[in-house]
């Protein structure tokens, strides 16, 4: 096998851990008494390769889990909020993994969730849920694509994307998996979308655990942007609201972290 097919296929098996890692937290979660999320469909994504990926995050994170529904939480929460301001059709899903807020988010039924995400990952979640569902999720729009590289939101377009019509944009667990070019990018395509009060809800790790990153190409580098509130601002998103994923874990399960792990819900 040639070395960039064997690099090809180690990235697949990064992207695919790290979709399933968050699987594997929500459904422990789902299981907990009151718990936070609810994710009925995170078990089948479950994956020895998500498990493996776990373990490593809580040696290093002991707080991950926490984070990670903290972050689920919060960027429900405001989702809900948009929603319940009215005339929101549209949900997009950027690096959409194994979300299934398509399902599991029931006041989201009768508006369209694209989900965006790249080929294999598309591929073996649509072949997952088909295998024990016996059918998609009825608002689910798949669409197979890298957002740093692709026309995606030509791509969005041609899946049913309605560019003037009022959409939240979810861009969770993605950001720092990114080059700076590839986050650039990704930006000025979003910049292409009418101005018209859209949801964008992003999540950012600081650089002292960017320093502590599993994936050593990462690891030690600053994560881009540093700052990604300031960055939004200078794009003319206005933010609706910012906050440490350590304050929300107070809020949420009584016990508070100084790792900082931003979370923005912006508007533009
Ligand atoms: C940590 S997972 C998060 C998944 C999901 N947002 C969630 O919270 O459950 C990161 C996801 O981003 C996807 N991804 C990484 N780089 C991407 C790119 N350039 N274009 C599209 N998706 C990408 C991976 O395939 C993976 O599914």
Known sequence: MGEDRVLELEKGRQARRSADVVSAIRFQETQ???????????????????????????????????????????????????????????????????????ARLLFLKGKKVFEVDLSDQMRLKKAILLNALGKLPEQAVYVEADVTEDDFVGRLVQAGFVPNEKSAFIIEGLIYYLKPKGVDSLFEELGQIPLIGNLFLIDQISAEMQQKALDPERRGKPPYPEDVASYLSRRDFSIRERALLGNLTEKYYGKSYREKWWVVAAEK
């Open 32 to 102: 907990r008494g009151e718990p936070l999320i609810n994710d009925p469909f995170a078990h089948l994504f479950v994956s020895p390769e998500g498990e493996e990926m776990l373990a490593l995050a809580l040696k290093r994170w002991p707080f991950f889990a926490e984070y990670i529904i903290a972050r689920d939480k919060y960027f429900d929460d405001h989702l809900t909020a948009f929603c319940q301001e009215g005339g929101v059709r549209q949900i997009v899903l950027l690096g959409a993994g194994n979300d299934m807020r398509a």
